[in-house]
């Protein structure tokens, strides 16, 4: 196995603080939300063991090689594979391929289904995403949002492609760059608005 | 040729933005050496850019100072000759020609003339770079011809044209490492992915007043101008693309451009994206694209 250290890219001598801090990072960043329905999520997976291993080592080994230490967060996949309710046997072929990554089976198997309900375009949406066709993806997100509004794998599809939520080194930098920035206006982001209006009426 | 990936230039730290120019002097030297005239004409920032991530050594690159044709008086730093960068000159020399020698069918006479001259004067350094990289060549001109009979089609959907390009972009991972191929190779697809669209959302007036086929205008239907449906849509979707792009380039071991091309990935290119769908790119591009050869 490699030196834990350089797994989490600490230096041995770092404090415990310095090193729950680089592991918490590390598994922002390697977290399966960020992979969800992500080729390569198999890759982070992978990464996330080598990580949360190399913490247990590092902890084991400082207080006094005890037992398994168990602060390590066990970020299993959430959510992730196509297990959902499937409206027919056809359908949960469909989810089978996507599962095993056999997408080109997956698109061939819908593209020959006449019944083309919202279940038919949440599918060929993701089959659509797994192949980086992220236009074709969306549209097909939101007809089947559109045609049953009250699915939430549906909707979890679509606000995917809104917020994102991977991981961003840089945020926080540039509030003009989330996605969002007056949809949630707290109270301090009132006052910092009407401080800057302040700034401006000053000029006139 | 493009130029759309490119760094966030504040957010640089001094000797990042000194590695970037050392590699951006390095690919120039490396065109000239390959046997192409007026190499700074057909170098741009996205083979910079490609170059830098395909080096997959743990140390920086050697550099020397060296004079050229753009700074007479001052040495410049510049990267010494290494694979990805040869690959990406190469790359750079093929897909110029291919283009160029796509475009002139569409132009008009005097534009297609001046197109026709610099096909020319690259004739020698293409037919060298094709016979170095013959199955790169061929799988250009291929993807080219099939982006084109697509174009032609009624309606052509956006991703399916957008693939052909990423696909060839992909293809430069074919020579990484095992572990490093998967990740570098859906990287790459969605920074290609990435080009092709926002480079037709940039062409949109231009090609909308020559009555050119716009991949872009025949998705939204549009006439020349962004809509507002049509540039969340694209913002949405690209933004995204550069997304799965960074959380792949997470996957790759980190190396001496890490930084730079993290700034790349999380802040140029989502900065490219809002400035060309915000009709702003154009504008400011003269003034940028001399920013990392004039100043020292």
Excluded at chain 1, 179 to 185: F, G, H, S, Y
Excluded at chain 1, 186 to 191: K, L, V
Excluded at chain 2, 245 to 265: C, H, K, M, R, Y
Aim: aromatic share 10%; charged share 25%; glycine share 8%.
């Amino acid at each position: 196995m490699n030196d834990p250290y350089s797994v989490l890219g600490v230096s041995p001598t770092a404090s415990d603080e310095e090193i729950k801090k680089a592991y918490r990072e590390l598994v922002r960043k390697y977290h399966p939300d960020n992979y969800q329905d992500n080729p390569l999520s198999d890759l982070a997976q992978e990464k996330m063991k080598q990580i949360n291993e190399a913490y247990d080592t590092i902890m084991r080994q400082r207080s006094g090689g005890g037992g398994s230490y168990g602060g390590s967060e066990s970020a299993g996949a959430s959510g992730g594979g196509y297990s959902g309710y499937s409206g027919s046997a056809e359908f949960a072929r469909v989810r089978a391929a996507i599962n095993a990554g056999n997408i080109p089976l997956a698109e061939e198997l819908l593209r020959v289904m006449t019944n083309r309900n919202a279940e038919w375009h949440f599918l060929m949406g993701s089959v659509m995403y797994r192949k980086g066709w992220l236009d074709e993806a969306l549209s097909h997100f939101q007809t089947a949002v559109s045609m049953d509004p009250a699915n939430p794998e549906y909707r979890q599809a679509v606000s995917r492609f809104q917020q994102g939520g991977a991981y961003n080194p840089y945020q926080g930098a540039y509030p003009g760059q989330s996605a969002c920035c007056c949809d949630n206006l707290t109270a301090c982001d009132i006052c910092s608005l009407l401080i800057c209006a302040d700034c401006c009426f000053d000029c006139f | 040729m493009f130029g759309y990936i490119r760094p966030m230039r504040g957010e640089l730290k001094v000797r990042e933005y000194e590695q970037y120019k050392a590699c951006y002097c390095g690919l120039c030297r490396a065109l000239k050496e390959q046997g192409t005239p007026l190499a700074s004409f057909i170098l741009s920032y996205d083979f910079v850019f490609l170059a830098m991530l395909l080096y997959d050594a743990q140390e920086a690159p050697a550099t020397a100072h060296v004079r050229c044709g753009a700074s007479l008086f001052r040495r410049r730093k510049a990267c010494l000759k290494f694979p990805a960068l040869s690959l990406c000159a190469d790359y750079c020399i093929i897909l110029t020609w291919w283009k160029l020698h796509d475009t002139l069918a569409d132009e008009g006479f005097f534009r297609s003339l001046r197109d026709r001259l610099f096909m020319a004067v690259l004739a020698r350094a293409y037919r060298k770079a094709a016979a170095r990289r013959p199955g790169y060549a061929a799988r250009v001109r291929e993807a080219l011809e099939a982006l084109e009979r697509l174009e032609r089609e009624e309606r052509p959907s956006l991703d399916a044209c957008a693939d052909q390009f990423a696909r060839l972009t992909a293809a430069l991972a074919e020579g990484a490492g095992e572990t490093r191929r998967r990740p570098l190779e859906q990287l790459l697809y969605h920074v290609g992915r990435f080009i092709y669209i926002v480079d037709a959302a940039d062409d949109l007036p231009e090609d909308y007043k020559a009555r050119r086929r716009n991949a872009v205008a025949e998705r939204f239907g549009l006439s020349g101008v962004l809509t507002d449906k049509a540039r969340e849509s694209l913002e949405t979707t690209l933004l995204h693309s550069c997304r799965l792009a960074a959380a792949a380039f997470e996957l790759l071991d980190s190396g001496p451009f890490t930084p730079v091309l993290q700034n790349i990935l999380y802040l140029g290119m989502p900065q490219t994206c809002r400035a060309v769908l915000s009709g702003t790119w154009r504008r400011d591009e003269k003034r940028k694209s001399k920013e990392f050869e004039l100043d020292e």
